[in-house]
């Protein structure tokens, strides 16, 4: 059992504050599910390290279910992740359709054409991201949006500087975004895609509802300043200050406290 404190945050937020990495990705693990249970929209779905143990948890969790009751959870399954790489297709182990499919689509069985993504080898960047934008919107918008909080307050790939009208587009990295990601790329920064796809800030605060998850001492710093700071362009993370449901489920690392 996740022991987990609420708060409520002076931005606006509720706070679900958990002892570790291990006891936010339960946590989220079960709002994933909540939400599937009573699924009207799409997921919004993210990628990075800080996702991979709360795809694991919602696996574990979904492996104890009866398999009647699993195919029922799983049938309606349809989500859109936040972004992809540019100029990598899905066969490359980078990218964000090889980590959906690893994570996700594999472990669960998922029908791969329910889990959406930009087609990071489109000769038009610019048309594959109006696409995908229209494809969204299409399928009624976003439910519950996951997003991970980059070091630099960047939600999905909105890098700093970056308003709350953003819509779906090409963005180009800056160097802390491709050192934040080299893990997947033999650790070397250079070898990241320079651009992507990502959703804006424009769709992501269109959804019903957020989950930021915030894990590990890394993120202390710009946890505090989103949950301190006015919004402004120079954190995009700040932006969601305006959403009317907005849930930050954040380890005590990450809010630099100790054990409680």
Same mark, same amino acid.
């Given at each position: 059992?996740?022991?987990?404190?609420?708060?409520?945050?002076?931005?606006?937020?509720?706070?679900?504050?958990?002892?570790?990495?291990?006891?936010?990705?339960?946590?989220?693990?079960?709002?994933?599910?909540?939400?599937?249970?009573?699924?009207?929209?799409?997921?919004?779905?993210?990628?990075?390290?800080?996702?991979?143990?709360?795809?694991?948890?919602?696996?574990?969790?979904?492996?104890?279910?009866?398999?009647?009751?699993?195919?029922?959870?799983?049938?309606?399954?349809?989500?859109?992740?936040?972004?992809?790489?540019?100029?990598?297709?899905?066969?490359?182990?980078?990218?964000?359709?090889?980590?959906?499919?690893?994570?996700?689509?594999?472990? $669960? /069985? &998922?029908?791969?054409? @329910?889990?959406?993504?930009?087609?990071? *080898?489109?000769?038009?960047? =610019? !048309?594959? +991201?109006?696409?995908?934008?229209?494809?969204?919107?299409?399928?009624?918008?976003?439910?519950?949006?996951?997003?991970?909080?980059?070091?630099?307050?960047?939600?999905?790939?909105?890098?700093?500087?970056?308003?709350?009208?953003?819509?779906t587009r090409v963005v180009d990295f800056?160097?802390?975004?491709?050192?934040?990601?080299?893990?997947?790329?033999?650790?070397?920064?250079?070898?990241?895609?320079?651009?992507?796809?990502? $959703? /804006? &800030?424009?769709?992501? @605060?269109?959804?019903?509802?957020?989950? *930021?998850?915030?894990?590990? =001492? !890394?993120? +202390?710093?710009?946890?505090?300043?989103?949950?301190?700071?006015?919004p402004s362009p120079a954190l995009p993370?700040?932006?969601?200050?305006?959403?009317?449901?907005?849930?930050?489920?954040?380890?005590?690392?990450?809010?630099?406290?100790?054990?409680?």
């Amino acid at each position: 059992m996740v022991v987990v404190d609420h708060r409520r945050t002076s931005a606006g937020f509720a706070l679900l504050v958990v002892p570790d990495t291990t006891s936010a990705a339960l946590q989220v693990a079960q709002l994933l599910v909540d939400e599937l249970q009573q699924q009207r929209q799409p997921l919004g779905l993210a990628t990075g390290r800080t996702m991979e143990p709360v795809y694991r948890a919602l696996v574990d969790e979904l492996a104890g279910w009866s398999s009647p009751a699993r195919a029922r959870l799983l049938g309606s399954w349809q989500s859109f992740n936040l972004d992809e790489y540019m100029g990598i297709g899905p066969g490359h182990p980078g990218s964000f359709a090889a980590y959906m499919a690893h994570h996700l689509v594999d472990p $669960l /069985g &998922l029908d791969p054409a @329910r889990v959406c993504l930009p087609d990071g *080898l489109a000769a038009d960047l =610019a !048309a594959e +991201a109006l696409r995908y934008s229209r494809a969204l919107a299409a399928a009624g918008g976003i439910g519950l949006q996951l997003l991970g909080l980059g070091l630099n307050g960047h939600v999905g790939f909105n890098e700093p500087p970056c308003g709350p009208e953003a819509g779906t587009r090409v963005v180009d990295f800056c160097p802390t975004t491709r050192a934040q990601n080299a893990a997947a790329f033999g650790g070397d920064p250079a070898a990241v895609p320079a651009q992507a796809i990502t $959703l /804006g &800030l424009a769709e992501i @605060r269109a959804a019903s509802r957020i989950v *930021l998850v915030v894990t590990g =001492a !890394a993120k +202390a710093p710009v946890l505090t300043r989103l949950l301190q700071e006015p919004p402004s362009p120079a954190l995009p993370a700040s932006w969601l200050q305006g959403h009317p449901a907005v849930t930050v489920v954040a380890d005590r690392a990450a809010l630099q406290e100790g054990p409680g």
